[in-house]
């Protein structure tokens, strides 16, 4: 992978240092719901007026924003207290916050400004089940099916330990947290993991149940941050200051309900609270429409940003694959071995994949996303340059050989036109491939399409959903004709 990286600095220009990209910026970040947008807005609105601020949104889970906050992609970013003793630094019970602090320091983190409000974890059913009341209960319930995000299935304070604590015998069902209300609502799931301040809770009239062992520890939200944004960023930090103690819970709650119930955007909730101080008593927004959507402000950025994401990792992967092909086709020993490594490359996760890649590049964004992408673009293009090259006719290499062409010539006026169709025909389906694959760059801040979908997947938004997977599919649809015709174009040079 580290080759694969210094290739594509050396060919595109387009990956550096974290610190020498930024140019001044303080990077906020954020995780991939509700809560966390809205937080991140805050912090990138408050500190907009003294500094040049950007909101890289709907990073992923804790660890995720974490390897980007170490790598120094991302500056800050709105956390838990809980989760950090946990989840960042590996304790079993909580701590105090000067042992926090210490051990952050170590890892070249801080956590300051507490936010002012809790939003802890807790289990929630339907109201009708009226005979279940607290945590120890579902231990006498094992036919129950939890549904649980799968952040919380892996996290030490979450599943593992709350079901080793109450004796729980039930297997949970992995679910995103933004679908987990409707399918909790439908009867498809009995119980699921919430946040305390999610505004859902009422909205669908869930009953929350006590943790009577008081498993779950405080979860205050604070700014984590990397120990030098002080230094770099004076005035924005002060700023940043004084967001202590102002984000009560009700003030959350609200929040996450003007974005989830009344359909407003995360920036508009976070301005309008910052210019009051709460929520402001208007009538709740219009939701916009399906088209609306599709072809919001963002559709240029958002177009743009995936087309660099296509253009370039299949660029790179032709750069790389059409010679692996050539070699594999002319070397039979060789060529299995080829075949079956970009055959394996193929078959890593790719969300595994950006996760590996963001400490080895030390970054997130467009370097790791342009790798994926790359590695996933690799095996249509060499298996395609090798067959092509395979079935051109022997008697055609006899004749250029006798007519003196060197092995190069040949290669270049015989073996690589003839092999053109075919060749083709596999880096159209890489491109088609990299189209829909590149949505999951907004994983890891690279934007593209894939950044509505994130967003619709937080708030169980259908309709931001296909403003995302539409214009993918549609851009898909134009790659493959855009192809065809050049296909065309081949077929038709080489018959005259």
């Known amino acids: 992978m580290r080759c694969v990286y210094l290739l594509l600095l050396l060919v595109f220009g387009v990956v550096a240092p974290a610190h020498a990209l930024d140019g001044g910026t303080l990077k906020v970040g954020s995780k991939r719901f509700t809560e966390s947008y809205i937080l991140g807005e805050i912090l990138q609105q408050s500190a907009a007026p003294h500094v040049r601020a950007q909101h890289r949104q709907g990073l992923g ?11 120094g992609s991302i500056d800050m970013y709105a956390e838990y207290m809980g989760t950090i003793a946990s989840e960042i630094l590996k304790h079993d019970k909580p701590i105090e916050l000067d042992q926090m602090r210490r051990e952050l320091a170590a890892l070249g983190l801080g956590v300051a400004v507490p936010l002012g409000f809790n939003n802890t974890y807790a289990l929630a059913m339907r109201g009708d089940e009226t005979s ?3 945590l120890a209960q579902l231990a006498q319930h094992p036919a129950l099916k939890f549904g649980l995000s799968h952040e919380f299935i892996g996290r030490i304070d979450g599943w593992p330990g709350l079901a080793a604590r109450y004796g729980l015998p039930q297997r949970p069902r992995g679910l995103d947290h933004g679908i987990a209300y409707e399918a909790l609502a439908q009867r498809q799931v009995d119980v699921i993991d919430i946040y305390s301040t999610d505004a859902k809770i009422r909205q669908y009239g869930l009953r929350v149940l006590a943790d009577t062992q008081q498993y779950f520890p405080r979860y205050d939200a604070m700014l984590l941050y990397r120990l030098d944004v002080p230094q770099r960023f004076p005035a924005a930090w002060q700023a940043l200051q004084a967001l202590q103690g102002r984000i009560s ?16 955007s995360f920036a508009g909730v976070a301005r309008q609270w910052l210019a009051s101080g709460t929520r402001a008593n208007k009538p709740a927004a219009v939701r916009s429409g399906l088209l609306d959507k599709i072809l919001g402000d963002d559709l240029w950025t958002l177009t743009r940003q995936h087309l660099t994401l296509v253009l370039l990792s299949v660029v790179l992967a032709c750069l790389i694959g059409i010679p ?18 970009v055959g394996v490359l193929q078959t890593v996760p790719s969300l595994a994949l950006l996760a590996i890649l963001i400490p080895v590049l030390g970054m997130i964004g467009l370097a790791p996303a342009l790798v994926a992408l790359f590695v996933y673009a690799l095996l249509p293009i060499v298996r395609n340059t090798c067959t092509g ?23 270049l006026h015989v073996d690589l036109p003839l092999a053109l169709p075919v060749m083709l025909a596999g880096v159209k389906t890489a491109a088609v491939m990299s189209v829909g694959t590149a949505t999951i760059a907004a994983f890891i801040g690279a934007g593209g399409y894939g950044e509505r979908i994130t ?15 539409i214009p993918a599919a549609v851009l898909a649809l134009l790659t493959q004709g855009l192809f065809e015709l050049v296909e065309r174009w081949a077929v038709a040079g080489r018959q005259h």
């Open 61 to 71: 889970n804790t660890a995720i924003v974490l390897a980007a906050l170490q790598a």
């Open 132 to 134: 279940i009341a607290s």
């Open 249 to 264: 819970e009700a003030d959350m709650i609200a929040m996450n309900a003007a974005v989830e119930i009344d359909g407003k």
């Open 324 to 341: 692996l092909g050539v070699l594999a086709a002319f070397s039979a020993p060789l060529r299995q071995t080829v075949l079956a490594f």
């Open 389 to 411: 090259i395979l079935q051109v006719p022997q008697g055609l290499r006899m004749a250029a050989l006798a007519l003196g062409m060197s092995r190069r010539d040949r290669l």
């Open 455 to 469: 967003i619709g997947l937080a708030l169980n938004d259908n309709d931001m959903l296909l403003a995302g997977a």
